[in-house]
């Protein structure tokens, strides 16, 4: 079955103790993604990334790392996390544009709630 | 600065009835896409809309995308409950080697039985 699978689905945490939650997909996608999901603010990209080993900061970045060692996986990573990284967060994939995947969509993960003390 | 907003924000209508959401991009794009959003779940893509004059239509709703006025519609036809939900419209912007996607806010549907 194609899936995006992110792992944990729930975490609770405390200010500055580092983080990392797992994604990965099996559909051979070249794009991946993270988004956080905020009340009234809809979804927000974080990272993305065209291909294995090319990563790109999205519209909010700060205080999040990613890497792309394998074309499957995508972890995000919160070296020291605060409150305000409280939030839901997706992970997803699709074929890339500039690889001519033009007419696909993302696949989306169920998400990881996350809450910083 | 890149921005895609949506209208309304909140809708509550009666089933039976028709409507239109709106989502306006500053802009211009390659891709459009609809995704439905329930309740403490997942998103689930709805649409892709690639060119100008794009419509693409399933069940009681229908997506259109014109690219020249930076503008997509999600029309709802003769609602049903089953289609509450949250709608979120996002356009795909690809430059020189970058490949950002851009959420609306989400418009969230509520119909009334």
């Known amino acids: 079955e194609a899936q995006v699978t992110q792992n944990p689905r729930y975490l609770i945490t405390v200010t500055g103790k580092k983080l990392t939650v797992t994604c990965s997909q099996n559909m051979n996608h070249e794009y991946m993604s993270w988004y956080r999901q905020d009340p009234g603010l809809g979804l927000r990209q974080i990272y993305y990334s065209m291909n294995v080993e090319v990563t790109d900061k999205g519209d909010v970045p700060e205080g999040y790392k990613v890497s792309r060692k394998e074309k499957r996986n995508f972890p995000l990573i919160l070296e020291s996390p605060s409150p305000n990284q409280t939030s839901l967060y997706f992970c997803?994939?699709?074929?890339?544009?500039?690889?001519?995947?033009?007419?696909?969509?993302?696949?989306f993960g169920p998400g990881t709630r996350l809450t910083v003390l | 600065e890149l921005k895609v907003e949506q209208n309304p924000l909140f809708l509550s209508m009666q089933e039976g009835k028709n409507y239109t959401i709106y989502c306006n991009y500053s802009t211009t794009s390659d891709r459009l896409y609809w995704y439905r959003q329930d309740p403490g779940k997942s998103l689930e893509s709805l649409f892709v809309l690639l060119s100008n004059g794009a419509v693409k239509q399933e069940g009681r709703l229908m997506a259109s995308l014109d690219t020249k006025a930076r503008l997509s519609t999600l029309h709802i036809t003769a609602a049903v409950h089953d289609l509450s939900a949250t709608y979120f419209c996002a356009v795909d912007i690809v430059r020189n080697r970058d490949d950002k996607i851009i959420f609306g806010k989400g418009t969230r549907l509520h119909i009334l039985p």
């Open positions: 997803a994939s699709s074929l890339s544009a500039l690889a001519g995947g033009y007419t696909d969509t993302q696949y």
